[in-house]
């Protein structure tokens, strides 16, 4: 028998793939989550690596055969959100495995050194690493280096 199927879950983030990697950014509102997804992409983009949005600001998460997939809702699909804009678009995928959560915490709540730990996101277990907020700079590096991503094969 098929598992039954479930309300995926409506969840705010941002989602990206890289390769065949799919990246969860989470945070509050005005954490740097699509700075953070932006950067990625530019720099996956300049290292001729695949990479696209698959949704900004709202997902719909659901657990499929044991992995975490997020889809973006119809209504925003191919749209960032821009501070100070109006959405603009990009190239997407309207859905994506994810590999990696990250979530964007105070810098004083993120450890310099971080354990490999897995959390739940709408019932699936999730490696996840914490960030600093508003700082892609020091993020790029370390997203890429979780996935083992050029620079860091």
Known sequence: MSEP?????????????????????????????TT??????DHCR?????????????????AQAGRLVCRVPATIAGLAEVPGFMPRPLPFEPAGVIDLHVRL???????????????????????RVDLAERNAATALPAVMARLSIMPFL
Do not use: W, Y
């Not at 969860?24 to 954490?31: A, E, K, N, R, V």
């Not at 953070?36 to 992409?41: E, F, G, M, Y």
């Not at 290292?47 to 719909?60: E, K």
């Open 46 to 62: 300049a290292r001729a690596l695949f990479s696209r949005l698959i949704g900004d600001d709202r997902l719909l998460a659901s």
């Open 105 to 127: 915490v105070p810098k004083a709540e993120m450890a310099r050194f971080q354990e490999e730990i897995s959390e739940p996101v709408a019932g699936c277990s999730v490696p």
């Open 5 to 33: 199927a479930s309300q995926p879950e409506n969840i705010h983030g941002t989602a990206i793939l890289i390769g065949d990697r799919g990246v969860l950014i989470t945070g509050p509102s005005g954490t740097g989550k």
């Open 36 to 41: 953070l997804a932006l950067t990625l992409l």
